[in-house]
């Protein structure tokens, strides 16, 4: 799949994607490598920001645009009608950070809260003190506590739909590099496990909860590793 491109810049890589999709929207044969010629000669090197602009302005904030695939065909996700949650693969310099930046934006525009995980500390500085980011973590202890109070705030939402309740706005959490957010959370773990406490990180507890969560909490997480 085409990447959307970064509009601060000239080009950007393929980004060789992973997504769960309807293969029956998409064009050419599917072989086991993911390697068919036919499909890939026709993928767009490079997907601007103008040419997929109509479709994110007209889609509803359960909806992402993740770019082009063949014949410039534009992949989105739904995830009140497809699945809550995306996890996309991309190889190393595809394009994970530039993609994540487009699928912020695009959830800011549409005026959904918006948390962010990077590991890497320095990926997505640019949303520091943007309005709706409600969570920029970089550091152990803060990826550590922010997946804590969101694994709260499930229950919260959980509780307020049994009692008739919307359970609260729609949350993108955007998790950048998600073996490296493990080893993380493994580490601050190993460091500061009480004597009597459990052996596995609450922390990743509680983001297999939130990825295990169905689209009525209005929590969803896009993985990208």
Not at 158 to 181: A, K, W
Not at 184 to 189: P, S, T
């Amino acid at each position: 799949i085409g990447q959307v491109a970064n509009p601060d810049q000239d080009e950007t890589n393929l980004a060789e994607t992973g997504q769960v999709a309807n293969e029956d929207s998409m064009a050419g044969q599917w072989s086991d490598d993911g390697q068919d010629a036919a499909v890939l000669a026709n993928v767009p090197e490079l997907v601007t920001i103008d040419s997929v602009t109509t479709i994110m302005l007209a889609t509803p904030d359960s909806v992402l645009v993740l770019g082009q695939a063949a014949g410039g065909q534009t992949i989105t996700v739904d995830v009140d009608t497809e699945a809550p949650h995306v996890a996309i693969s991309c190889g190393t310099g595809a394009g994970k950070s530039s993609l994540i930046r487009s699928l912020v934006a695009q959830a800011l525009r549409n005026g959904t809260d918006v948390c962010v995980i990077d590991p890497k500390r320095v990926s997505q500085l640019w949303v520091r003190g943007i309005p709706g980011v409600r969570a920029y973590a970089r550091t152990r202890e803060e990826i550590y506590d922010l997946l804590l109070q969101l694994g709260a705030e499930l229950e919260t939402r959980y509780e307020s739909i049994e009692r008739g309740g919307t359970g609260g706005r729609r949350m993108f959490l955007f998790v950048e590099e998600s073996n490296l957010v493990n080893l993380a959370l493994n580490e601050h773990w190993l460091s500061n496990k009480p004597a009597d406490g459990p052996k596995r990180s609450p922390a990743r507890d509680a983001l297999g909860k939130l990825l295990f969560a169905g689209r009525e909490a209005k929590i969803h997480v896009v993985s990208v590793f």
